[in-house]
């Protein structure tokens, strides 16, 4: 069993449900329950095409998300996305992809962490499916997860010492001290594999991974 520590921002009210049958619940029904529920634990909220986006604090993480896995049916995590707002603080924000099976519901969850905290709890306890996605934003935006059970990089390699998602890594890349391990040098952007050359072409030979560098 992992040790959960508890974030910043933690708001104190626990989380509360009137166990209401949930069977022929709408969507929209739903998200009305949870907003009802949860209360001043969200700190705002906005609808965009049919689906919904709550903010909450990173404190409140882990209530609200066993509140929504347990007692909502949201048991299916699509997907954790990070994104770096370079210059604002809190710089970062953490956004959750929830969607019910159950009730064919989605749910979009946020929260902000800032730079000098750099770390929420893990949620790979509730959907295990969490685990690699932590993970992947550990490895890419450098923020950390409280409580996971196997917290290393998963796409660059140990002791890599940047993080390239973040809006301060130049695209070109950076050199690193690793002679042994490719990508350590400064790639050039024009003509490169990852950018898209002007042509008439179709999509499919447009697409930067489909010129291959010389060897």
């Not at 935006?141 to 796409?155: E, Q």
Request: aromatic share 10%.
């Amino acid at each position: 069993m992992h040790e959960h520590k508890v974030c910043h921002g933690i708001s104190s009210t626990p989380l509360r449900f009137a166990q209401n049958d949930l069977a022929g619940m709408s969507q929209q029904e739903l998200l009305d329950s949870f907003n009802k529920a949860a209360g001043e634990k969200l700190q705002g909220k906005t609808e965009f095409r049919g689906e919904m986006t709550f903010a909450i604090l990173s404190g409140d993480l882990r209530e609200v998300m066993k509140f929504c896995h347990d007692e909502l049916s949201f048991d299916y995590l699509l997907d954790i996305t990070s994104i770096d707002n370079y210059g604002e603080e809190p710089r970062f924000e953490m956004v959750y992809h929830l969607y019910s099976m159950k009730h064919a519901a989605h749910l979009r969850l946020k929260l902000k962490v800032s730079e000098e905290a750099g770390v929420v709890d893990t949620v790979s306890d509730i959907w295990p499916t969490a685990n690699w996605h932590e993970r992947e934003i550990y490895d890419m935006m450098g923020i950390k997860f409280n409580g996971h059970p196997d917290l290393r990089r998963i796409l660059m390699w140990d002791g890599y010492p940047y993080f390239p998602l973040r809006k301060d890594f130049p695209l070109e890349g950076l050199p690193s001290e690793m002679p042994d391990v490719a990508f350590t040098k400064i790639t050039p952007l024009e003509g490169g594999p990852f950018v898209t050359v002007p042509t008439t072409a179709g999509s499919k030979d447009r697409e930067p991974r489909a010129r291959p560098p010389e060897l």
